[in-house]
């Protein structure tokens, strides 16, 4: 078997070889590609454009199109071409890695991508800390590394009456894995003062978005990233150097990191001003995401293609740590069963969760619930309502973060609907 | 037993002095001058000690929000633009973390600093470092005073159009929504976020 498996990689090298040079030499499209539609027949059959496929970079299939679109309520790019919220295509997910070019974008004020070149970029620590430090990215590169799956959320991620698909519904989160060095690295390379209490973060894109993040969380888990999903992080997810605040929500992931100031209060930032809270409760609620899941599949917008079998499929996500748990039910919340977990359970990351499932062609309401590894139970809207003391209406707004279940109405003709708030 | 007890409380010593001295352990990076942390350091306080020196009316500040181009996104007076309204209209909630009408995501426009900023700090620091779009960070600080002097005029948080803002006065003003937030609560580890939430 040992002997076999070089003249084997030799095979498909060789191969590789012939079939790159056999689409460089002959004009017509080689045997494996499939008939071009007219219209593309040039393209497909570019030489240069297929040698710099198979050598350089990697296109995914032309026959598949799942793309972002802007968040249902405000246009990206808006009056003034900035961009808002851009949404990941839920319903068309696989596992827990969201592609980074599917990735959710989320601005706090609107902005424009910027272009950063790394060998410029900086990374300062000051402030409360003994020793003030500056580091190149090639620095930061050099330190200690870890290796994190995390997912990121927008605190605008939340179902409502106007939004009929998993993608306008959930698609403000995404998962990466996440590569960096981790924040108590680098504050204890600096030296943190004994008084300190949170630290203020900040961007280099045009409007510098800065946010206060509490200091124990910062020394807790959270890491400076250099790369996601193998490679450098997307300029649209802030590179060179994003912050990753796990668990929070989105607005605390602080995109193009150029400044980390140790503090010894909560400084009130623009970014901190939509926290800014009258009620202690709902501030408790904001920063770290509960227990939350959501079935993609089927989901909002999708089409079933008559009865009988298919496997339900979705994402269920804790900021308080590893999903433990995700509970499927197929018939409006009187009777549950436990999913199968398809991926490992990493902390503060998607987790993608299955049930097998026969749909006998009858109208049904289909849900899942998370518990996380605190036993925290995801909740309903009705619970969530009863807790506040507020009317359970379609207008019922979820204080904080949203974590509620959401429920999918299939119809007896296979369409999928929002059905949180019929 | 008594000898494990002896190494712990030895390890404990050695790490606990370790931490305290909190010496470097990669050696990389390098120290910034003060100047250079001067020049990056546009965060502001609440209390304002990183606030510049300069100052500003809200009389200089009307001519200002045209000559700098700020009514051509906001309109004229603050109000009546493309982009968001700058001065609070009828009806409209003052409540920290409400978000303007039209701005649903919640996320944009948390309400209208100059009534629910608990302190002018804020918007100090937010015009400072993000406007006016596109020249972002280029306001001398006598006009970034005045522009929050005009603000507040406008929204009658300050009474004339004469009162001087600087880096000792604007802390100190006392914002329509001082009592209007409460602090954050510690975070701690692998705890819920409220426990008797549902």
Known sequence: ?422 | MRTSSRLLAFALIIFGASVSAQSPTYHLGRTPTPEEIKAWDIAISPDGHELPPGHGTAKEGRDVFIEKGCSQCHGRNGEGGKAPTLIVMKGMSTAAGRPMPGMDMGIQAPGLMAVSAPFATTMWDYINRGMPLGREGSLKPDEVYSLVAFLLFRNDVIKSEDEVLDNQTLPKLKMPNLSGYTEHPEWKHATPRLSNYP
């Open chain 1, 1 to 422: 078997m040992d002997r076999k498996k070089p003249s084997r990689r030799k095979f498909i090298a060789t191969g590789a070889a012939v079939a790159g040079a056999a689409a460089g030499a002959l004009k017509p499209a080689h045997a494996q590609t499939p008939a071009p539609a007219a219209s593309a027949a040039g393209a497909a059959a570019a030489p240069g454009k297929n040698i710099k496929e198979i050598i350089a970079y990697g296109e995914r299939s032309r026959y598949v199109n799942s793309i972002r679109e802007a968040a249902e309520g405000r246009p990206s790019p808006d009056a003034f071409g900035l961009t808002f919220h851009v949404v990941t295509p839920l319903g068309e997910s696989a596992g827990i890695i969201t592609p980074s070019s599917l990735h959710y974008v989320a601005a706090h004020r609107g902005f424009y991508v910027p272009d950063i070149d790394p060998a410029k970029h900086r990374l300062m620590i000051h402030g409360m800390v003994d020793r003030p430090l500056i580091f190149t990215v090639d620095e930061v590169k050099r330190m200690p590394s870890v290796t994190r799956v995390h997912f990121l959320e927008c605190i605008g991620n939340r179902s409502n009456a106007r939004r009929n698909t998993v993608a306008q519904t959930h698609g403000m989160t995404s998962c990466s894995e996440w590569t960096g060095v981790l924040v108590s690295t680098l504050l204890k390379e600096a030296g943190v003062q004994k008084d300190a209490s949170w630290i203020v973060s900040e961007g280099d894109e045009e409007v510098k978005g800065a946010s206060s993040i509490p200091l124990g969380k910062a020394m807790d888990d959270c890491l400076v990233a250099w790369a996601q999903n193998g490679e450098p992080v997307r300029p649209q997810q802030g590179f060179p150097l994003r912050l990753i605040v796990p668990g929070f929500e989105g607005i605390y992931q602080t995109k193009y990191l150029r400044r980390i100031k140790v503090v010894d209060r909560y400084y009130m930032t623009y970014n901190d001003y939509g926290h800014l809270q009258k009620d202690p409760k709902v501030i408790a609620l904001t920063s770290q995401i509960g227990p939350k899941s959501v079935i993609t599949f089927p989901g909002g917008g999708h089409q079933l293609k008559g009865p009988g079998y298919y496997e339900i499929s979705g994402l269920a996500w804790s900021g308080g740590g590893a999903v433990k748990k995700v509970d499927i039910s197929t018939d409006g919340g009187k009777t549950w069963k436990v999913a199968e977990f398809r991926t490992p359970a990493f902390r503060m990351a998607h987790t993608r969760f299955a049930l097998p499932w026969t749909w006998d062609g009858k109208e049904c309401d289909i849900m899942s619930r998370c518990t996380d590894e605190l036993g925290t139970v995801q909740p309903t809207r009705a619970q969530v309502a009863k807790f506040w003391n507020e009317p359970l209406t379609p207008q019922f707004n979820v204080k904080g973060a949203d974590n509620t279940i959401q429920v999918w109405k299939i119809r007896g003709d296979g369409s999928v609907h929002n059905a949180n708030f019929l």
